[in-house]
């Protein structure tokens, strides 16, 4: 008896440890997805970005309805 429970308590930490792994490897994806995000943001010129979408009539139409609406 005392040998499964020796058994199961392996396999419990060896659980725990696995589960550990995987949140640091998916906090980790996070972080450098979240520092691209924000390096993608300063390096993008939104005033730029705007002036090449509005020059697509299709966006500039959406504008002019709702500005006459």
Do not use: C, H, W, Y
């Not at 008896?1 to 995987?22: A, V, W, Y």
């Not at 979408?53 to 500005?67: A, G, M």
Request: proline content about 1%; hydrophobic content about 40%; aromatic content about 8%.
């Amino acid at each position: 008896m005392e040998n499964i429970e020796k058994t199961f308590s392996l396999i419990k930490s060896l659980g725990k440890d696995k589960q550990k792994k995987i949140f640091a490897k998916a906090d980790k994806i996070f972080q450098e997805s979240m520092e691209e995000r924000q390096l993608r943001m300063k390096t993008v010129d939104a005033d730029k970005a705007f002036d090449e979408l509005l020059k697509k009539p299709e966006i500039l139409n959406v504008f002019i309805r709702l500005r006459d609406k």
